[in-house]
């Protein structure tokens, strides 16, 4: 079967974690993350690989 990932651009208000939740809701096999890089920081990223992980248990080793 294909995968199924959710798109960067079809939730613009929302930022990487509502985006990594909403994939997981919907029964996504990935994401794809918008990124601004004024926006972004450290905290950012590591909050995003957290998400990663906890969500998508096979990320666990990619992710950290």
């Keep these: 079967m294909n995968p199924i990932s959710l ?3 079809v939730m ?3 930022g ?3 985006m990594v939740a909403a ?3 919907g029964g996504g096999d990935a994401v ?3 990124v601004e890089p004024k926006e ?3 905290a950012t990223t590591r909050d ?3 998400a990663l992980a ?4 096979r990320c666990r080793r990619a992710c950290h």
């Excluded at 906890?54 to 248990?57: F, K, Q, T």
């Design 32 to 34: 794809g993350l918008w």
């Design 54 to 57: 906890d969500l998508y248990p």
């Design 23 to 25: 994939a997981v809701a």
């Design 16 to 18: 990487p974690l509502e």
């Design 40 to 42: 972004w920081t450290a």
């Design 12 to 14: 613009p208000d929302h």
């Design 48 to 50: 995003t690989r957290t």
């Design 7 to 9: 798109a960067s651009g």
